[in-house]
T-cell receptor
């Protein structure tokens, strides 16, 4: 089955530690995205990548970093500079095409920082 | 800047009754519009999209949405609600263009509860 795998499902970290969230897709999609979801705020775009070795900041990139060394993988690092990292993080992908293909989402990683 | 408003945080509907989840949008030019559904501790699932043409769009699980350009709305509807429809629903908009990299903007979500 094609899809997006995010791991782990739950992640706990102490304040001041960097943490990396995994996102892997086997849909052969060019574009990948990271969103952050907080109650009552909807989804906010952190970073996105349209092609390997290229990525752009979204609306709330401060305190986060990404890499895109392989088409299938788009890991997100939450650094100690992120002031409020506890959230539900969603990875998504889509065909990068002229048109309007929908986003495909993983099942998310819930990060708790104490 | 583009934006989406979902004016109701919570909608309660009795099972078997019709349901409506409201969405209005603001975007420069013509829009592409989407509805997604999210079940607890899961990612979002695509329900339907409006591109162009017929203002009534049919999607998954018996849902449909009506595009109204004059009211800049894209309300989600279903003729007869099921308990399994209970979930969080998100409306999203992007600007219509020839580029696949246009940003998608999401609303804040509406929690739909179907009462048995």
């Amino acid at each position: 089955d094609g899809g997006i795998t995010q791991s782990p499902k739950y992640l706990f970290r102490k304040e001041g530690q960097n943490v990396t969230l995994s996102c892997e897709q086997n849909l052969n999609h060019d574009a990948m995205y990271w969103y952050r979801q907080d109650p009552g705020q909807g989804l906010r775009l952190i970073y996105y990548s349209q092609i390997v070795n290229d990525f752009q900041k979204g609306d709330i990139a401060e305190g986060y970093s990404v890499s895109r060394e392989k088409k299938e993988s788009f890991p997100l690092t939450v650094t100690s500079a992120q002031k409020n990292p506890t959230a539900f993080y969603l990875c998504a992908s889509k065909d990068y095409e002229v048109g309007i293909s929908p986003l495909h989402f993983g099942n998310g990683t819930r990060l708790t920082v104490t | 800047a583009q934006s989406v408003a979902q004016p109701e945080d919570q909608v309660n509907v009795a099972e078997g009754n019709p349901l409506t989840v409201k969405c209005t949008y603001s975007v420069s030019g013509n829009p592409y519009l989407f509805w997604y559904v999210q079940y607890p501790n899961r990612g979002l699932q695509f329900l339907l999209k409006y591109i162009t043409g017929d203002n009534l769009v049919k999607g998954s699980y018996g849902f449909e949405a009506e595009f109204n350009k004059s009211q800049t709305s894209f309300h989600l509807k279903k003729p007869s609600a099921l308990v399994s429809d209970s979930a969080l629903y998100f409306c999203a908009v992007r600007r219509r263009s020839n580029f696949g990299n246009e940003k998608l903007t999401f609303g804040t979500g509406t929690r739909l509860t179907i009462i048995p």
